[in-house]
């Protein structure tokens, strides 16, 4: 694949769980937390106006630049990470969460990738969807 570069990350929406409750339940460190109910920010901790109308969590899994590596290498790697966590993914899209593998890619030209159809099973059998952006830089 012609990537430049491919960021993975794991992201969970859920009406009503606290952020704190899906960081534990993840076990990784996130990069973005909200809470459901609470004052809406930016990042650096100034208010916006309103309250966030459901929970989200961000949590980075993967980055790579001028990879050799697939990107089907690189989601398999990311799965990996949170192979242990089905039961909680269980849990959150069973009370109305959502639970979603980001794969953000940047590529310079014409580029293309296969996904075994044993990746997408994993996705599945965990619980996660698959969400791609595509970003196209110009030189």
Not at 20 to 48: M, N, S, W
Not at 76 to 96: H, P, R
Request: proline residues 4%; glycine residues 10%; contains cysteine.
């Amino acid at each position: 694949m012609n990537t430049q570069r491919c960021t993975i990350s794991l992201r969970i929406w859920h009406p009503t769980k606290p952020a704190d409750v899906i960081v534990d339940g993840v076990g990784i460190t996130p990069k973005i937390t909200q809470t459901a109910g609470d004052k809406r920010t930016t990042p650096k901790g100034k208010e916006l106006g309103g309250i966030y109308e459901s929970s989200y969590c961000s949590f980075p899994l993967l980055s790579t630049e001028k990879s050799d590596s697939s990107v089907s290498d690189g989601l398999l790697s990311a799965i990996k990470m949170i192979d242990n966590c089905g039961c909680f993914f269980d849990e959150i899209n069973q009370t109305g969460g959502k639970v979603e593998i980001f794969l953000g890619i940047f590529f310079h030209s014409n580029s293309g990738d296969e996904i075994h159809h044993d990746t997408l099973s994993d996705l599945g059998r965990l619980g996660v969807n698959l969400s791609l952006d595509l970003y196209c830089e110009d030189d």
